[in-house]
């Protein structure tokens, strides 16, 4: 079992930026796979980012590439999302996820075993 934490959420306006971490309550095992989802009111939840265990790997949604950077710091058990150029359309729930095996940028939901609780983003015109 592991609980993964999400923080960092908040308001802020558009252009601006935040930094969304996921804390996980034990070490991540090699292989272990983590990604960032997000969900509006009323869609479905969606892909965001995934990043492989080593960090080498990462793979982004077209609707956030170049503005998003995924990352992981492995000896605070710790992922990351660093929002830039925040835009309205943004304003989500996010929810950190991992799964375990080889690296598979698997970009539903329903290839992830563990999930965060979320943290809210609200990004204002």
């Known amino acids: 079992q592991v609980q993964l934490v999400e923080s960092g959420g908040g308001l802020v306006q558009a252009g601006g930026s935040l930094r969304l971490s996921c804390a996980a309550s034990r070490r991540t095992f090699s292989g272990d796979t983590m990604a960032w989802f997000r969900q509006a009111p009323g869609k479905e939840r969606e892909f965001v980012a995934v990043?492989?265990?080593?960090?080498?790997?990462?793979s982004y949604a077209d609707s956030v590439k170049g503005r998003f950077t995924i990352s992981r710091e492995r000896a605070k058990n710790t992922l990351y999302l660093q929002l830039n150029s925040l835009k309205p359309e943004d304003t989500a729930v996010y929810y950190c996820a991992t799964r375990s095996g080889p690296y598979i940028p698997s970009r539903v939901p329903i290839g992830y075993d563990y999930w965060g609780q979320g943290t809210q983003v609200t990004v204002s015109s």
């Open positions: 990043i492989s265990w080593s960090g080498g790997s990462t």
